[in-house]
């Protein structure tokens, strides 16, 4: 690498590879997200991963942070086993965890939401809550009237 220029600046000494299109940035030129360096314009692509997101995420709507973290399955599981609240807390604490690995490095998320789809989270996380507690709300109300009906026939 000693060797190398900046792709953008011939004159100058190149201090890093993009990590997507293998080019050499200068110090001044070098963008580092999630402690991976890139050039500006790949930069662009990648978001850092935020440990604050992931928490907001997972708080309102159990298994959401983990799709932020780009684990779409756990997240699943967590969002279909939310209610049970064990799930829920666990969900909390591991979106938390595993955004912050990934923003200094030690983890690498399979798939880090693509711009639209952050944004869909930004803005969606909170009416989706709503739907998700309505919807255990009227789950436990069912399962409390069946209860209640069987009572009254036994
Ligand atoms: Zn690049
Ligand atoms: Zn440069």
Not at 109 to 116: D, K, L
Request: with cysteine.
């Amino acid at each position: 690498m000693s060797e190398e220029t900046c792709y953008f600046h011939s004159q100058t000494q190149a201090a890093a590879i993009c990590t997507d299109c293998k080019k050499p940035v200068c110090e001044l030129c070098l963008k580092t997200v999630n402690a991976e360096p890139y050039c500006e314009a790949c930069a662009a692509n990648h978001y850092e991963q935020s440990p604050m997101l992931a928490f907001l995420f997972a708080f309102f709507v159990p298994g959401l942070g983990q799709v932020y973290n780009g684990d779409w399955q756990k997240g699943l599981v967590i969002f279909l086993t939310g209610w049970l609240i064990l799930p829920w807390i666990y969900g909390i604490f591991d979106a938390v965890t595993v955004a912050n690995e990934i923003r200094i490095g030690v983890r690498k998320s399979a798939t880090v939401p693509p711009g639209y789809l952050l944004l869909a989270l930004k803005l969606g996380f909170l009416p989706f809550a709503c739907v998700y507690f309505c919807g255990v709300f009227v789950l436990f109300t069912a399962i409390a009237g069946l209860v209640k009906l069987l009572l009254r026939l036994g």
